[in-house]
């Protein structure tokens, strides 16, 4: 089976940076697109980068110029870096991710991902 693993995360005072990472693990064929989403409680999950297969990026407006996300397509790792962290930015975050992979019955699958989630909190 897939999985989505992150790491990382926890507290910072704001102007802080943080990293969150995220590993993909199981009978992977390839990832597609990888992306960080967030949540805070009572409002829903947005998205803060994404990047495809071939590296290209894009941006919440609300994060551009301070996180930066980069990927690993031989780990199967996604990164976030988080730079002059705003309280603004406390969430759970969440990685996602696109992937083909071998089922069990060695079918060719396609499916979404999403790891369980980590916390970060920026203080101020």
């Known amino acids: 089976q897939v999985q989505l693993v992150e790491s990382g995360g926890g507290l910072v005072q704001a102007g802080g940076s943080l990293r969150v990472s995220c590993a993909a693990s199981g009978s992977i064929i390839g990832i597609h697109t990888m992306g960080w989403y967030r949540q805070v409680p009572g409002k829903q999950r947005e998205v803060v980068a994404v990047i495809t297969s071939g590296g290209s990026t894009d941006y919440a407006d609300s994060v551009k110029g301070r996180f930066t996300i980069s990927r690993d397509n031989f780990k199967n790792t996604v990164l976030l870096q988080m730079n002059s962290l705003k309280p603004e930015d406390t969430a759970v975050y969440y990685c996602?991710?696109?992937?083909?992979?071998?089922?069990?019955?060695?079918?060719?699958?396609?499916?979404?991902?999403w790891g369980q989630g980590t916390q970060v909190t920026v203080s101020s």
């Open positions: 996602n991710a696109d992937i083909r992979y071998y089922s069990s019955t060695g079918y060719v699958r396609r499916n979404d991902y």
